[in-house]
Nanobody, 119 residues
C-alpha cells in the first residue's frame, strides 16, 4: 500500500500563493481533498497516473494547478490567488477505483497539511 505525506501548508494573506507537495512511496494516481472546520471532506483536484488528465472543483479552477514529477513520486498543488474560503486541512490520497470525486474511491490518505488564508 502506498504511503503519502503532505507538506507546504502555512499561513498566507488573501491573494497570496502556496505550493503543497504530496510525497508518495511509489507512483500513484492522486487526488487532493480539503476539509474546513465543521465541514465534510471536499474534492479539490485530481491527476492521472500519466499526468495527462487533470480535473478541479469549480471553485479553484483558474487558481490551482495540480502537477506531478514521476521521477520523484511527488504530486504538487500550486495554489494562487488564495481566498479565506480556501482555509482548510489539505489531504492527498491514492485513488483506487471509482469516481475520483468520491472519497470512497481512495484507499490511502496522508495526514494533511493546514492552509490558512487571512483576509
Amino acid at each position: 500500500q502506498v504511503q503519502l505525506s503532505e507538506s507546504g501548508g502555512g499561513l498566507v494573506q488573501a491573494g497570496g500563493s502556496l505550493r503543497l507537495s504530496c510525497a508518495a512511496s511509489r507512483r500513484a494516481t492522486v487526488g487532493w481533498f480539503r476539509q474546513a472546520p465543521g465541514k465534510g471532506r471536499e474534492f479539490v483536484a485530481f491527476i492521472s497516473w500519466s499526468g495527462i488528465t487533470t480535473d478541479y472543483v469549480d471553485s479553484v479552477k483558474g487558481r490551482f494547478t495540480i502537477s506531478r514529477d514521476n521521477a520523484k513520486n511527488t504530486i504538487y498543488l500550486q495554489m494562487d490567488s488564495l481566498k479565506p474560503e480556501d482555509t482548510a486541512v489539505y489531504h492527498c490520497a491514492s485513488h483506487r477505483i471509482g469516481s475520483y470525486y468520491d472519497t470512497a474511491a481512495y484507499d490511502t490518505w496522508g495526514q494533511g497539511t493546514q492552509v490558512t488564508v487571512s483576509s
